[in-house]
């Protein structure tokens, strides 16, 4: 099965930290991880994306585990903005022919 | 800069009858990929089309077409619909001019099927 593994929902404090994990136990070494995410009544919006190496963008960060077959994408402050459905995604290109979206976790925030 | 839209925003339709969605990429992208949502579920990846052409395939059958024209446009035709049919449909564009190919989301199409 090519879909990742996310817990269906996760909760969070306004101007905390969260920290979203992902399952991709059947990772090969070509392949990308992406997240997306999107918001209520839209369509998904790109996040991050990384190979190999923990990777750094203004929205998150993206902490990949050494052996590849998890990954935790880390808002460093979350706001009501943040509230969404979050997909992680894992393809052996860039070119999004591939994207396998699996349910996702979505992402409460409380103010 | 315009983002990716798609027309029309709601649509209903009949089982057996077929519907046409359109998608105007964002400017500059030559890709473009179709994917369903059914409810409370991700996306699916129907197909993508590069320079008019169908560039990759998802497991839907070939009453799921589509068409890309000259100025990148793109449009989702799906024949004898079916009540299972009934979902939100996305397009996305990108393009492969760039190291990675961030795909750009329109809103999406509702396409109810009774």
């Known amino acids: 099965d090519a879909k990742t593994t996310q817990p269906n929902s996760m909760e969070s404090n306004e101007e905390e930290p969260v920290h979203l994990p992902c399952n991709h136990s059947?990772?090969?070494?070509?392949?990308?991880i992406h997240w997306y995410r999107q918001l209520p009544s839209q369509g998904p919006e790109y996040v991050i994306h990384?190979?190999?190496s923990n990777v750094n963008n203004r929205m998150a960060s993206l902490a990949i585990a050494e052996d590849r077959k998890s990954s935790t994408l880390i808002l460093h402050r979350a706001t009501l903005r943040d509230a969404a459905v979050y997909y992680c995604?894992?393809?052996?290109?860039?070119?999004?022919?591939?994207?396998?979206f699996g349910p996702g976790t979505r992402l409460s925030v409380l103010p | 800069e315009t983002g990716v839209t798609q027309s029309p925003t709601h649509l209903i339709k009949t089982r057996g009858q077929q519907v046409t969605l359109r998608c105007s990429s964002q400017s500059g992208h030559n890709t473009v990929s179709w994917y369903q949502q059914a409810l409370g579920q991700g996306p699916q990846f129907i197909f993508q089309y590069y320079r008019e052409e169908e560039n990759g395939r998802g497991n839907f059958p070939p009453r799921f077409s589509g068409l890309q024209f000259p100025n990148y446009s793109s449009e989702l035709n799906v024949n004898a619909l079916e009540l299972d049919d009934s979902a939100l449909y996305l397009c996305?564009?990108?393009?492969?001019?760039?190291?990675?190919?961030?795909?750009?989301f329109g809103p999406g199409t509702r396409l109810t099927v009774l």
């Open positions: 990384g190979l190999t």
């Open positions: 995604i894992k393809s052996r290109d860039n070119y999004g022919q591939n994207f396998v």
């Open positions: 996305a564009s990108s393009s492969v001019a760039y190291t990675y190919n961030e795909q750009f």
């Open positions: 059947t990772i090969s070494g070509t392949d990308y």
